[in-house]
């Protein structure tokens, strides 16, 4: 197994390797022998960073290896597949079906709503040279929650869908707020937090938010003015004593598809 880019100095080549450990999963899941595979791994999502790099190796194995046995499966089995080992359907969804994705996975529903993402936005991205434990990450959670705390959030989501699907980028900066784990990451975990947000903000951002559990920034921004904010948040955080890489993106629509190479 052959991995280069992101991560590859640290990363399992071996069975531990998430991607062939997705594809193992496809061979079992239809009683198929599984006699290993030769795999080259290009990866280009930093690992450990809030940016969902586990959820596109465990469908990049899936996915592979559904095709090299003729797709016996669609996609809901790969999400169902790919569920049970991530745990949470969130960065799967959108990275399978691609565009803005809401999603509700639970015992009583399953359902994934991929929406479009306006061509007028961009993602500015800070994403610290350090990677986030998980783990710590989830301990930075309190148990409970105040009750205006969860009522604040579910509003601020309904509000985060209203403003793209209207296209009000002027809500989108109080539609990502949040009480619910930003504030405890942060003090816990990312100090530096609210001068990389107010640094976005004061840059042109629409809307700033710690992206997954961090410590990667994500800040939506039109054309000209996001690599502007990806700057003004790589300043910020080196004023902090950390050191970055910074990203500018759009988003795919297509969501994940299989090429053949030559």
Excluded: K
Excluded at 30 to 56: D, E, H, K, W, Y
Excluded at 88 to 100: C, I, S
Excluded at 169 to 198: K, T
């Amino acid at each position: 197994m052959a991995i280069v880019g992101e991560g590859a100095e640290r990363l399992p080549r071996d069975e531990r390797s998430l991607v062939v450990r997705g594809a193992r999963l496809v061979h079992e899941a239809t009683g198929r022998p599984f006699r290993g595979l030769q795999v080259r791994q290009v990866n280009r999502i930093p690992p450990s960073r809030g940016l969902g790099s586990s959820a596109t190796a465990w469908l990049g194995g899936i996915l592979g290896a559904n095709r090299l046995l003729g797709g016996p499966l669609d996609r809901e089995q790969v999400m169902e597949l790919a569920v049970g080992q991530e745990g949470h359907p969130d960065n799967l969804a959108a990275a399978l079906h691609g565009g803005f994705t809401v999603t509700c996975w639970d015992a009583e529903l399953r359902a994934i709503v991929p929406l479009p993402v306006p061509l007028a936005l961009r993602f500015a991205l800070l994403v610290p040279h350090q990677e986030a434990s998980t783990a710590e990450a989830r301990a930075a959670l309190p148990a409970a929650y105040p009750r205006a705390d969860a009522v604040f959030n579910v509003g601020r989501a309904a509000l985060l869908l209203a403003a793209l699907v209207r296209q009000r980028w002027d809500l989108l900066g109080g539609a990502m707020a949040d009480r619910l784990h930003q504030p405890y990451r942060g003090r816990a975990l990312f100090p530096w937090l609210e001068a990389v947000f107010a640094a976005a903000r004061a840059a042109g951002a629409h809307g700033v938010a710690l992206s997954g559990a961090g410590p990667s920034v994500l800040a939506i921004a039109g054309p000209e003015a996001a690599p502007r904010v990806a700057r003004a948040m790589h300043d910020a955080f080196c004023g902090q004593g950390g050191d970055s890489g910074t990203l500018v993106l759009g988003a795919d629509g297509g969501g994940a598809r299989v090429v053949d190479l030559p």
